[in-house]
């Protein structure tokens, strides 16, 4: 008997640490509001941009640091900052911040709390960032895509970045789509990073998102990773 209870005990342990482990990782991924106010609650919050040197040059969060994640110095350049502070990391969408977090605090780092939905998310909200870039922007406006979009042709619109896994795991079918459907299907790709108030206008704040346009009105659309067939269905 006394045995069964030290079992009881020893799962009941045991399930509360699970529970408490899960309440304490949710409580480190905050939505852009809220990771807005606690960066603005601590104006010597460390914000860490993990994002490439390219990407962070097109807007970031005022006053971020930017160290890429898959740079090969990572490991070495964020062990110089202060373990025992907080530290406020994000990136584009959130995938990179999540492996960069884990990775910070597996080598001592106290607290670390992640932008859920990365910096798409930060924009969608329409919170303030800045820029390195001084060069003239060459984004597509709106006037433009829905120029782009009115054709005569089923018009497929490719919302992309070079560093999103499932769309590049989408990019073999939409090429086969474009070409083996080239006389009533126009392929159009936009990369994320080039044209973010296009992507804030139209609302898209993750990727990937497919869009099909028919005599130049959103016919259908779809966020994630989608197998080609499916694709296929809504251009016919």
Not at 48 to 55: A, G, I, K, Q, Y
Not at 83 to 88: C, E, G, H, T
Not at 144 to 167: N, R, S
Not at 183 to 200: G, H, Y
Request: charged share 25%; aromatic share 8%; net charge neutral.
């Amino acid at each position: 008997m006394q045995q069964y209870i030290s079992i009881f005990t020893l799962s009941l342990i045991l399930l509360l640490n699970s529970c408490g482990n899960v309440q304490s990782q949710q409580a480190t991924n905050l939505d852009a509001l809220k990771f807005s106010e606690r960066i603005q609650k601590d104006p010597s919050a460390t914000i860490l941009d993990v994002r490439t040197p390219d990407e962070f040059s097109k807007g970031h969060l005022i006053n971020a640091k930017n160290m890429d994640w898959r740079a090969a110095d990572f490991a070495s350049n964020v062990s110089k900052l202060d373990k025992s502070s907080p530290i406020y990391v994000y990136c584009l969408s959130g995938g990179r911040s999540a492996s960069a977090a884990k990775k910070m605090r597996e080598i001592g780092f106290k607290e670390v709390y992640e932008l859920d939905g990365g910096i798409m998310k930060w924009r969608g909200a329409n919170l303030p960032e800045t820029t390195a870039n001084t060069v003239a922007s060459k984004e597509m406006s709106l006037e433009e895509f829905k120029k782009i979009t009115t054709t005569d042709k089923i018009v497929l619109v490719d919302f992309y970045a070079d560093w999103c896994g499932p769309c590049r795991k989408m990019k073999p079918s939409l090429e086969e789509i474009s070409k083996e459907m080239a006389s009533t299907v126009t392929l159009i790709k936009i990369n994320a990073d080039d044209n973010q108030e296009l992507l804030k206008t139209l609302g898209i704040d993750a990727l990937p998102v497919l869009h099909t346009y028919k005599n130049g009105k959103l016919a259908w659309n779809n966020l994630g990773f989608v197998e080609k067939d499916e694709i296929v269905k809504h251009l016919k």
